[in-house]
């Protein structure tokens, strides 16, 4: 099946898309980091696209997704 999407957001840096070998979907993730490099040190701070936040900051992000 094919399902035509829009996707409204720009407090997404990345979506990942993924699914199972053989499955009938496709899965998407909104993240605002990617996982680490080979060459990286694993150092939190280093991670590419992490997102701070001060002491008592909120972190919210909203995605709407419309399917036809």
Known sequence: ???PTRRSS???????????????Y?????WNGISDYDNTSGELIE???IEK????GKYTRELNITIF
Do not use: M, Q, T
Request: glycine fraction near 10%; include cysteine.
């Open 1 to 3: 099946h094919s399902f």
């Open 10 to 24: 720009d407090l997404f840096k990345y979506i990942a898309f993924w699914n199972v070998p053989g499955a009938d």
């Open 26 to 30: 496709v899965c998407f993730e909104p």
């Open 47 to 49: 991670k590419v696209g």
């Open 53 to 56: 936040l001060e002491k008592g």
